[in-house]
């Protein structure tokens, strides 16, 4: 069955330090990949997408994230966390006619 | 402003007590879902609607129904509620299908006693 697997449910940094969640697929290649994030009491809504163009993405507020073919990864990455970066964090993967999302991670931001 | 909204967002209910969670969405698109979320689990599909008249289920639709009628409006309908249900319920709009991007609504938080 297809699955898409974040390390880590949950992840501390300080403000200023580097934010690494990551997320692995089982796939030989999806045609889609998502990053969502949910704020406390909110929807979710879209951080980036990777849609088979440049395998880096930059998505909204500083995040990126690179798509590895090879490590079926999809890893979510900010140079130096804000503390408006405390939320959920979400990947999701489309299989052929289904999305599957990640069980999330839980990102905090120390001061 | 493009948006999907849902009411209400806090419910508390009673087992068995039929309820109906409404949703709809201001941007035409053709297909809506609903999904589950529960910690540790992520976000599990309950059902979708390619089109209006049009609805499958997904993964975990046991003790659900739902209705597309026309293309803007997706109720979830719990005829019978119990505990289990009890969750944070999210619908979701796309304007292609279920593989691509999804617009969420803000979520309705239901607890059954």
């Known amino acids: 069955a297809q699955s898409v697997t974040q390390l880590g449910s949950h992840v501390s940094v300080s403000e200023g330090a580097l934010v690494l969640l990551r997320c692995n697929y089982s796939?030989?290649?999806?045609?889609?990949l998502f990053w969502y994030v949910q704020y406390p009491n909110q929807g979710l809504q879209l951080l980036l997408k990777?849609?088979?163009?440049?395998?880096l993405v930059k998505g909204i507020n500083g995040f990126e994230a690179e798509f590895k073919k090879s490590e079926t990864s999809f890893h979510l990455t900010k140079p130096s966390a804000h503390m408006s970066d405390a939320a959920e964090y979400f990947c999701?993967?489309?299989?052929?006619?289904?999305?599957?999302f990640g069980a999330g991670t839980r990102l905090t931001v120390k001061p | 402003e493009a948006q999907v909204t849902q009411n209400p967002r806090y419910l508390i209910t009673v087992t068995g007590k039929k309820l109906t969670v409404t949703c709809s969405q201001n941007?035409?698109?053709?297909?809506m879902s609903w999904y589950r979320q529960d910690p540790g689990l992520g976000l599990r599909q309950i059902y979708y609607?390619?089109?209006?008249?049009?609805?499958d289920k997904g993964d975990v639709p046991e003790g659900y129904k739902v209705s597309r009628k026309e293309k803007r409006n997706f109720p979830l309908i719990l005829e019978s509620p119990s505990p289990n249900q009890t969750s944070l319920y999210f619908c979701?709009?796309?304007?292609?299908?279920?593989?691509?991007?999804?617009?969420f609504g803000p979520g309705t938080r239901l607890t059954v006693t």
């Open positions: 990777y849609t088979s163009a440049a395998t």
């Open positions: 979701a709009s796309s304007g292609r299908d279920r593989t691509y991007e999804q617009y």
């Open positions: 609607s390619m089109n209006v008249e049009v609805t």
């Open positions: 941007m035409n698109h053709e297909y």
């Open positions: 796939s030989s290649v999806p045609p889609y």
């Open positions: 999701a993967v489309s299989f052929e006619d289904d999305m599957r």
